[in-house]
């Protein structure tokens, strides 16, 4: 029943407007909140709203009751708005959880899947026979192997000397060439894509940047895929100090792969 002001002398009884507003904001912050709840990362947004729809609604209807507001049944609305996006948040903050677990899981067994296989304890794993195992943290000798836990092989040939063509880039004058031969040797269940095989080179006690040589005969890298059980191999050219003594051959097979270094005599 609606309440009354006291009327003043010659005034008549107006009744007090409703106070609706607390049922009202509850059913729009209640239908914000659902919104947000059923969202993976913003679920926690749609927890903190649906709460304080939850809470509105409450003393909203609480209002109606006393016959201070007329909108019972928006404020109803909103309080089970409110709880049910409570609900709601709680299972989708669980299940999000539960799948940023289960990516890092995946992200982890694919870092460990692209690092070289420690054969330093016995026997090559996987590489093939006379090929000297790789030492976790050490280089390789001319024609030793890494291999990948995903039984992805290289290989990388002893350097021989180079004649770079007429128009080759990379070669200084007064500075030696060499070529040497990588292999890499699909011995998985999976084709391997070669697009992001990189090899670089450092040359001398300096360690100084051994600049790729490019011209009709190499430099034009790895292409295309490689099958299970398939192999394919590419000739790269590096130009040296013509003092140098050694020089070092870095190779990585692709972005998730760690990259293995021969060590090399000239």
């Known amino acids: 029943m609606s309440q009354y002001t006291q009327p003043q002398p010659g005034q008549f009884a107006t009744p007090n407007p409703p106070?609706?507003?607390?049922?009202?904001?509850?059913l729009v912050?209640?239908?914000?909140?659902?919104?947000?709840?059923?969202i993976p990362f913003l679920f926690w947004i749609g927890t903190i709203l649906c709460l304080i729809a939850?809470?509105?609604?409450?003393?909203?209807?609480?209002r109606a009751k006393r016959g201070e507001a007329t909108n019972k049944g928006v404020a109803l609305a909103g309080t089970v708005l409110g709880l049910l996006g409570i609900i709601v948040s709680v299972i989708i903050?669980?299940?999000?959880?539960?799948?940023?677990?289960?990516?890092?899981?995946?992200?982890?067994?694919?870092?460990e899947n692209t690092a070289p296989k420690d054969t330093s304890a016995g026997g090559t794993d996987?590489?093939?026979?006379?090929?000297?195992?790789?030492?976790?943290g050490k280089s390789l000798a001319a024609d030793e192997t890494s291999v990948y836990d995903d039984d992805v092989q290289v290989t990388v040939s002893a350097p021989k000397p180079y004649t770079p063509g007429e128009f080759a880039i990379g070669h200084t004058k007064g500075n030696?060439?060499?070529q040497v031969t990588i292999t890499i040797e699909n011995a998985g269940k999976e084709k391997f894509d070669t697009s992001l095989v990189t090899a670089d080179a450092r040359a001398g006690k300096d360690g100084v940047t051994a600049e790729q040589i490019f011209d009709d005969k190499a430099g034009t890298g790895f292409e295309g895929t490689i099958l299970p059980g398939k192999k394919a191999t590419v000739t790269f050219a590096f130009d040296a100090p013509?003092?140098?003594?050694?020089?070092?051959?870095?190779?990585?097979?692709?972005?998730d792969y760690d990259a293995s270094q021969w060590e090399l005599k000239l």
């Open 19 to 26: 106070r609706n507003g607390l049922g009202t904001a509850a």
């Open 29 to 38: 912050l209640g239908i914000i909140g659902l919104v947000f709840a059923v």
């Open 54 to 62: 939850l809470i509105l609604g409450i003393v909203g209807r609480g």
């Open 93 to 111: 903050g669980i299940v999000t959880v539960m799948a940023v677990d289960d990516a890092v899981d995946e992200i982890n067994k694919a870092v």
């Open 126 to 136: 996987g590489a093939a026979e006379g090929d000297a195992p790789k030492a976790e």
């Open 176 to 178: 030696k060439a060499y």
């Open 242 to 255: 013509a003092d140098a003594k050694d020089l070092t051959v870095e190779v990585s097979p692709g972005f």
